[in-house]
């Protein structure tokens, strides 16, 4: 009895020097779980210097490390310190559903006599120990939706940063935290609605998502957070972001969130010129956009061998150049430089396909996937495309013999290329 009398009297003390630390500095960027050794190793190469854990605590710490705003927990507290953290962190919720559930009336009536103040102190121990249990497991959906509910009472602008400053610490060592990501959105649309400037907001979270993109690689959840803020974007932004994400895109041609990304900038582009430019069609800056993005992704294609991704994002700018710019009748041929006649797109993607379909090396497995693509691609383009220009499509098709391609590039799908051969003849 008196040994778990101990082991809970040194956790508490334990999430009172954690509380203690992050108190004092409230500008910690980076969260980090590591071996108790690692903590020794840093205090030795600390030398006679005082570290910021050392100065706080009192004592050389071995469970805490803290130096220019990277805090390091040592993975030896971890279990006793989420237990404490968990169990107090519910006994303040539980203390704040109590006052909550209180008579409106009663509550009101004894505002004066210092029950205002004892609910104050409530939501801060709420706040306190939901950030501490947060920091320690960042999937608590309990402890977020308490600061949610909690926040929205105070109208201090400074804790509406706060909260992107935790959210943003989760995602040091979480990037793809979905209750994190998620929070931050909650948090965006209140400063929206309090009139905070919105490129500021957007201009770091572009920032903050490359940054987690980079050390998480296939990152859904954060490209799907900077997807979210292209609603609050205007069309300088949208165009400013394709051209500030192409280098990104094109040293991560594997990545497919990053191009789906791009995506939504260009159907928020086109969206809006639909609506703006209904009566006199597309405008010439639209196509222009369009048929860059094509020659782009044509030129990736062609130097990163067997990246399904890039094969991905044509289909998209086909479908979209057919329904909304081929099918368009004004003609910018000699105003803008560009050829709208599907005929003429229509060739160009089968000549693509020829240049890709052949197998150089039978040992080097990229030739067969860029085959495989390639082949697959003029299959849907078959399916996709306007019907007088099948015709030619098809010819393109049997003269590139494509089903020996298929089986040859990928033998082990041969019953999936037989039924998409059969729907093309059957639908002649």
Partial sequence: MAE????????????????????????????????????????????????????????????????????????????????????????????????????????????????????NIVESEVMKHSRALLLLSCDFGTAWNSRKFVLPKKQHLSMYLDELLLSKLVLSYSPKSEQAWSHRRWVIKLLVQKGYNVEEILKKESELVERKAEMSKMNHRAWNHRRWLVSYMSREQVL?????????????????????????????????????????????????????ELDWDEMLIKRYIGREALWIHR?????????????????????GGINNDVLFFTENESNLVNSCSFILDNNFEDYHAQATYSAAYLLWLIKNCPKPHVIKLDEKLRACNL??????????????WDSLMDSIENSD
């Fill in 403 to 416: 089903k020996t391609l298929l089986y040859k590039a990928c033998p082990e799908r041969y019953s999936l």
């Fill in 240 to 292: 400013n972001e394709l051209k500030e994400t192409r280098k990104w895109a094109a040293l991560h041609v594997a990545d497919n969130c990053c191009f789906h990304y791009r995506r939504r900038l260009m159907l928020k582009m086109l969206e809006e010129s639909t609506r703006t430019e209904l009566s006199s069609g597309l405008s010439i800056d639209t196509y222009r956009v369009w048929k860059e």
């Fill in 315 to 335: 289909r998209f700018l086909s479908l979209c150049w057919m329904r909304h710019f081929a099918s368009n009748l004004n003609t910018y041929e000699q105003e």
């Fill in 4 to 119: 778990n009398s101990d082991c809970e009297a040194m956790a508490a003390d334990l999430l009172s020097q954690f509380q203690r630390i992050l108190d004092s500095d409230p500008l910690i960027d980076e969260i980090g779980f590591i071996h108790p050794s690692q903590i020794t190793k840093l205090n030795e190469e600390a030398g006679s210097s005082e570290s910021a854990t050392n100065e706080i605590l009192g004592n050389k710490s071995s469970d805490f490390w803290l130096q220019d705003h990277k805090l390091g927990i040592s993975t030896q507290i971890l279990h006793p310190l989420y237990t404490v953290a968990r169990n107090t962190f519910m006994a303040a919720i539980r203390k704040y559903r109590s006052f909550c559930k209180q008579d409106d009336q009663a509550v009101a009536g004894n505002f004066l006599c210092g029950l205002s103040n004892s609910f």
